[in-house]
Structures are given as structure tokens and as C-alpha cells.
């Protein structure tokens, strides 16, 4: 992308007064750059204001008062944001589909058809119109303990099971060993009262109730109803209120769902097809599960100071309201 780094107005106005036309083309193109790549970027006046185009959307616009206006409009994409980066010198980068213009330690997210006005001030970019308050999902501590106490027969019964049966095991086609729990396929079976033969197809839609947004949940109504059909069985079967004679099956295939559903690695060369679900981190993985399944209860969204962006850590557990 060879295009000029245009910090002024009278900059960006000379560029444009100094640039000969593509011949033989209407309406009238100013290559911004190689001429080759006139249909890429271009500049052109539009009244008093000069305007840096990106194919055919005017994404910089320089204003007579100094002002500097960025519009990604809703082309939250690599170019747009090479662009900036290279007229204006400022970073510029994606943040679930929205343009983060990045200045010294401040950021500023341009939401779909707003703008961005920016001005060089003492040699520096200051963002002086357009900045929106934006917004973080932050964990509330006292809502979270009390959704861990809910299920606290069943955490204490996890943990016990994990360590109990953790031990160290070594992979034979690698270098490594693990802290890992075994899993076999027909104790799979015999737990779920099934002849199926590979662990996914016995969990159904269990399969997505841990925290993998990009793999599992993140692409579609399709795999968000899976992922509400799976957690809401795997509430049913870890709840403390049900009757002790189903308790504790329910317990053991509450607990073989989470150790399937986490890092889980597959073992050849066993007389029984054996899954190892690694041990570190586990109990986190459990913690997660059931935080998130009660997001609306433990989750609360907070005004940020302007200059912030949200690092989205809770974003994909409410992600209709982000």
C-alpha cells in the first residue's frame, strides 16, 4: 500500500492540486500513490474538503479547521485499517466487527456509520469528536459465589473424582507426559446406556457446554441452540435437588461431560479406545461452565472512561449484547 502519510490539510490539498488524473476516466480519479492502483486509493475534493478514497468509499476526510474525519463506515476490514495506519501513522485494528483507532495509551471504537474527528495537536493526534462511551462486561464476585454454592455437591464430587483418578501418562507417539484423567470408551457407554462409538455422538449436544466461543459457539443460531440444549442438561444433571437414588448417575455422567468436553486428547494403541482429558486447568474449565450457563445472573456491564475498549473477556457469554 503505497500511499503518503498525510498529517494536514494543506498537505493532503497539495497532494491533490499536484496529482495528474487517470486520462479518459469520469468521473475524474486522482491516484493516491502508484497510478496502478488508482481503483484502490484515490483522493478527491469534495467542496473545500479533501477526501482520501479506499475503492470507493471516502474513509479520510480533511477539513479546512485542521479537523481529520475517519469513517470506516461499516468496512471494518484489514484495508481500512492499513489504511489509517499508514495516511495517519495511528494504530488501527478490529474488535468484534468494530474499528479501534488506537492513540498513545488511549483507543476509540467507531461503531458502525459514526465518525472519528481527529486533530494534530502539539505534534500529536487528539480525538476530539466522536469518542462514544463504551461498555465491558465485568464479573460480579458476589453472584458468582453464589451460583458455585448452587452447585457445590456436585464441584465437591468433581473434584474428588479428578483427584482420585489423576495420574501421569505418557503419550507414545510424543516426548511428552501429562497429568491426565482416563476415560474409556465402553465406561462412557456403560455410563450413558449406549452402544455409540465415538464420544461426540454420545454427548449430543453436550459436546459444546464448555467456554469454546470460536470453536463451538460463535457461528450461528444453529450452534447456539446446541449449546443451550447441551448446558441445560448438564444443569439438570449436576443439580443438588434431585432424588439420591438418580443422584448419583447423574453426578458421574455430569462429571465424565466435562472431563470429555475439555482438553481431551485421544490414546492409540490401547486394547480399549481410551480419551485422556488433561488435568490442568479442569476444575477452572468446571468453574466456567457453570458461570457462564448463569451469565444473565453473574455478569453486569459497566461504563468505561472514554480512551477505553473492552478486552471482551465476557463478551461471547451474553453475545447478543455486545
Known amino acids: 500500500m503505497n500511499v503518503p502519510r498525510v498529517f494536514s490539510y494543506a498537505e493532503a490539498k497539495k497532494i491533490h492540486d499536484s496529482t495528474t488524473p487517470i486520462r479518459g476516466r469520469s468521473p475524474e480519479i486522482r491516484p493516491l500513490g502508484n497510478r496502478r492502483d488508482a481503483d484502490s486509493y484515490w483522493v478527491r475534493m469534495n467542496g473545500e474538503d479533501v477526501e482520501f478514497v479506499l475503492y470507493k468509499s471516502a474513509v479520510i ?4 479547521d485542521g479537523g481529520v474525519v ?6 471494518s476490514t484489514v484495508s481500512t485499517h492499513q489504511f489509517f495506519a499508514r495516511v495517519l501513522g495511528v494504530g488501527a485494528n478490529a474488535v468484534r466487527q468494530n474499528t479501534v483507532i488506537t492513540i498513545g495509551d488511549k483507543r476509540y471504537t467507531v461503531r458502525g456509520k459514526d465518525t472519528l474527528t481527529l486533530k494534530l495537536e502539539g505534534g ?3 480525538c476530539v469528536e466522536g469518542a462514544k462511551p463504551q461498555f465491558a462486561w465485568h464479573l460480579d464476585r458476589r453472584e458468582a459465589t453464589n451460583v458455585r454454592n448452587r452447585y457445590k455437591e456436585f464441584i465437591t464430587y468433581f473434584k474428588g473424582m479428578v483427584s482420585l483418578r489423576t495420574e501421569e ?17 465402553t465406561e462412557i457407554q456403560q455410563a ?9 455422538n454420545i454427548l449430543g449436544t453436550v459436546q459444546y457446554i464448555q467456554d469454546l466461543p470460536q470453536r463451538h459457539y460463535n457461528y450461528g443460531s444453529q450452534r447456539e441452540a446446541e449449546y443451550r440444549d447441551g448446558i441445560a442438561w448438564f444443569i439438570e444433571a449436576i443439580k443438588s435437588d434431585q432424588p439420591e437414588d438418580v443422584k448419583h448417575l447423574n453426578f458421574y455422567r455430569g462429571a465424565l461431560a466435562v472431563l470429555l468436553t475439555a482438553e481431551r486428547i485421544y490414546q492409540r494403541g490401547q486394547e480399549d479406545n481410551t480419551y485422556i482429558a488433561k488435568a490442568k486447568n479442569i476444575t477452572k474449565a468446571l468453574d466456567t461452565t457453570l458461570l457462564r450457563a448463569h451469565a444473565e445472573q453473574v455478569l453486569v456491564r459497566k461504563e468505561l472512561p472514554i480512551g477505553s475498549v473492552s478486552k471482551g473477556a465476557y463478551d461471547m457469554w451474553l453475545p447478543e449484547r455486545t
Request: overall charge negative; glycine content about 2%.
Open 61 to 64: 476526510t480533511y477539513k479546512p
Open 70 to 75: 475517519l469513517t470506516p463506515d461499516t468496512y
Open 124 to 126: 500529536n493526534w487528539q
Open 169 to 185: 501418562i505418557e503419550m507414545p507417539y510424543y516426548s511428552n507426559t501429562y497429568q491426565g484423567i482416563r476415560v474409556s470408551l
Open 192 to 200: 450413558f446406556e449406549t452402544e455409540l462409538t465415538e464420544p461426540d
